[in-house]
């Protein structure tokens, strides 16, 4: 049994500090269960999210540090979080956990081990930026390491240990690694040899949502047969979002190669206007951060 929230497509994140069960897409959070809904077992087995397994490990490895613990669930404003990194740079702290954020171009003086745990999940994602996420992420932690001097040492944990990216990342290598990503993105025609524009749906109800998406791919198929001919583009989807449901909300997504032009926002603007049933929502993120 996985506790799922009631209005998104995702399982709920176990939190010990106020032992309740939290969605990370809508912020719902319910009481922990005491026992297993499905067979009524009381002996519930919760793995909560990686960081607070990492702190348990530490603390029974180290008995005397003092550790940070940085995640979604610990810094609830920005204020607390500059708190805690201040106090991490006056060694208040003698280890720091920290999701991604942490990486994010802040520097520690003294800091002489970094550890980057499980660099395998970025690779699922079927964003056309994973590798590029990867390498930044990767070098920027390894940087920190680096900066402080002496003997520092960054160690990198990983199932794919002959990856190019994590060994490119390793060493620091930016042409090596700009070399071989510049080239996949040339053959398999992404950005900056063409730009992206993902269009999503969004309604309670899910066939109107879906049917919404492929009503606006094919406008724009007829679209670039005929009145908009010279326009070259090229459609992935409509697909289910990685995570569908969202606050109640089903999305699908299609990504459109294209050239970001007034003809091409022309064509999209008139492909769009469709009937509006219901909630049904639509929106376009040109060049978007994140692929849905
Ligand atoms: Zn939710
Ligand atoms: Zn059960």
């Known amino acids: 049994y996985t506790a799922v929230c009631e209005d998104c497509s995702v399982s709920m994140t176990y939190h010990s500090a106020n032992n309740r069960m939290?969605?990370?897409y809508c912020g719902k959070s319910?009481?922990?269960?005491?026992?297993?809904?499905e067979c009524g077992n009381e002996y519930l087995k919760y793995s909560g999210v990686g960081t607070q397994k990492l702190e348990e490990e530490l603390k029974?490895?180290?008995k005397d540090a003092r550790i940070l613990r940085l995640d979604a669930d610990t810094t609830l404003s920005r204020d607390?979080?500059?708190?805690?990194?201040?106090d991490f740079s006056e060694h208040k702290y003698d280890i720091m956990i920290g999701t991604q954020?942490?990486?994010?171009?802040?520097?520690?003086?003294?800091?002489d081990l970094v550890g980057v745990i499980g660099t395998d999940r970025a690779f699922y994602s079927d964003d056309y930026r994973g590798f590029e996420r990867t390498f930044s992420l990767l070098t920027q932690v390894i940087g920190r390491a680096g900066r402080?001097?002496?003997n520092s040492e960054a160690v990198i944990q990983t199932n794919n240990v002959g990856d190019n990216v994590i060994a490119f990342a390793s060493r620091q290598d930016y042409k090596a690694f700009y070399a071989e990503e510049i080239l996949t993105r040339k053959v398999m025609i992404y950005p900056p040899y063409c730009d992206i524009c993902m269009v999503v749906t969004s309604s309670t109800d899910n066939i109107v949502s879906e049917s919404a998406a492929n009503e606006i791919k094919n406008n724009i198929i007829n679209g670039i047969t005929d009145k908009f001919k010279d326009i070259k583009l090229f459609i992935l989807g409509p697909i289910p979002a990685s995570v569908i449901k969202v606050n109640?909300?089903?999305r699908y997504r299609m990504l459109i190669k294209c050239k970001n032009s007034r003809e091409f926002r022309n064509l999209l603007r008139e492909s769009m206007s469709i009937k509006r049933?219901?909630?049904?929502s639509v929106y376009v993120d040109m060049n978007p951060e994140t692929v849905l």
């Open 22 to 24: 939290m969605c990370h």
């Open 30 to 37: 319910v009481p922990a269960l005491k026992k297993c809904p």
């Open 60 to 62: 029974l490895l180290f």
């Open 80 to 86: 607390s979080f500059s708190t805690a990194f201040r």
């Open 101 to 111: 954020m942490v990486a994010k171009g802040l520097d520690f003086p003294g800091v």
């Open 148 to 150: 402080s001097g002496g």
């Open 248 to 250: 109640g909300k089903y």
């Open 277 to 280: 049933k219901g909630d049904l």
